[in-house]
């Protein structure tokens, strides 16, 4: 089988600098195009000497449709608007699209799930294997434990991250809603400030931390009479989201068009 060709979008960032090299260092994948938002002061140079691999031939660009025909796939850790358009112009190519963008909308959501019926998407908040566990950990603990255990989500991230809660969190947070059939979106606690009032039992807690060079830090706390349980995952290194996305992307190659998980990609789900 040939070489899976790929796209990596927002190319000229951190998150894009160490997908680039997560291509360049995996087998059955090559880098065919590098993309960035007008204006960037990335685009017009190679790609590879920005990802400091030496030059690569492959310069940034701030036209993807033009770089689409010569490509299977893009992987696109952006922003959510960014992430939407993207989705519109790969469904029109049928080719696969890996979204590891945080902060999407409701609305933004049901865009990409349309533009999913016409291409494989593989979608996730986290792309590491250890958080997609982790996630599958935490619905069964919630299943377990009744509502004498609050669940508080407590995650810390680096002094430049734009959405919160992270998109680790709200993964977390959904994991824990399934285990104890409930909607989130019904029992989410996103602030506390001044009075209060007693917590309501069955809600699901977060807090969020910014400061530093944080890659990710995630807590999910059950919190019981006289006992507590934490499941805790640390991110020490961007590359793991990076190296998780390209597993993605050679896992969507073959795949019927629809929207996917990192939990498919991994087989932490039926079917």
């Given at each position: 089988?040939?070489?899976?060709?790929?796209?990596?979008?927002?190319a000229g960032?951190?998150?894009g600098?160490n997908?680039?090299k997560?291509?360049?260092?995996?087998?059955?994948v090559?880098l065919?195009?590098a993309?960035?938002?007008?204006?960037?002061?990335?685009?017009?140079?190679?790609?590879?000497?920005?990802?400091?691999?030496?030059?690569?031939?492959?310069?940034?660009?701030?036209?993807?449709a033009s770089?689409?025909?010569?490509?299977?796939g893009?992987?696109?850790?952006?922003?959510?608007?960014?992430?939407v358009a993207?989705?519109?112009?790969?469904?029109?190519?049928?080719?696969?699209h890996?979204?590891?963008?945080t902060?999407?909308?409701p609305?933004?959501?049901?865009?990409?799930?349309?533009a999913?019926?016409?291409?494989?998407v593989?979608?996730?908040?986290?792309?590491s294997?250890g958080?997609?566990?982790?996630?599958?950990?935490?619905?069964?603990?919630?299943e377990?434990?009744?509502?004498?255990f609050d669940?508080e989500?407590?995650?810390?991230?680096?002094?430049?991250?734009v959405?919160?809660?992270?998109?680790?969190?709200?993964?977390?947070?959904?994991?824990?809603a399934?285990?104890?059939?409930?909607?989130?979106?019904?029992?989410?606690?996103r602030?506390?400030?001044g009075?209060?009032g007693?917590?309501?039992?069955g809600?699901i807690?977060?807090a969020?931390?910014?400061g530093?060079?944080?890659?990710?830090?995630?807590?999910?706390?059950?919190?019981?009479?006289?006992?507590?349980v934490?499941?805790?995952?640390?991110?020490?290194?961007?590359?793991?989201f990076?190296r998780?996305?390209?597993?993605?992307?050679?896992?969507a190659?073959?795949?019927?068009?629809?929207?996917?998980?990192?939990?498919?990609?991994?087989g932490?789900t039926?079917?």
């Amino acid at each position: 089988m040939s070489d899976l060709r790929l796209i990596v979008a927002g190319a000229g960032g951190r998150m894009g600098r160490n997908l680039v090299k997560a291509v360049t260092e995996a087998d059955g994948v090559v880098l065919v195009g590098a993309v960035d938002a007008k204006g960037s002061a990335a685009i017009g140079r190679d790609v590879g000497e920005l990802a400091g691999l030496g030059p690569n031939g492959v310069v940034i660009s701030d036209d993807p449709a033009s770089l689409l025909d010569a490509a299977d796939g893009v992987l696109d850790f952006t922003i959510p608007a960014a992430s939407v358009a993207y989705a519109e112009l790969v469904a029109t190519r049928g080719l696969l699209h890996v979204i590891g963008t945080t902060g999407c909308s409701p609305e933004d959501d049901r865009l990409i799930a349309v533009a999913a019926e016409r291409a494989v998407v593989v979608k996730s908040g986290n792309m590491s294997l250890g958080v997609n566990l982790l996630a599958a950990l935490i619905k069964q603990v919630a299943e377990k434990l009744d509502e004498d255990f609050d669940i508080e989500i407590l995650e810390m991230h680096h002094n430049k991250k734009v959405d919160a809660p992270s998109g680790t969190a709200l993964m977390f947070g959904r994991a824990a809603a399934a285990g104890r059939q409930v909607a989130l979106t019904e029992r989410s606690v996103r602030v506390r400030d001044g009075h209060t009032g007693a917590r309501r039992a069955g809600d699901i807690g977060f807090a969020s931390l910014r400061g530093g060079t944080v890659v990710g830090e995630h807590a999910v706390i059950f919190a019981g009479p006289a006992e507590r349980v934490e499941l805790v995952h640390k991110a020490e290194d961007r590359m793991i989201f990076a190296r998780g996305a390209v597993k993605a992307a050679k896992w969507a190659r073959d795949k019927k068009p629809g929207l996917y998980s990192m939990a498919d990609v991994l087989g932490f789900t039926d079917g």
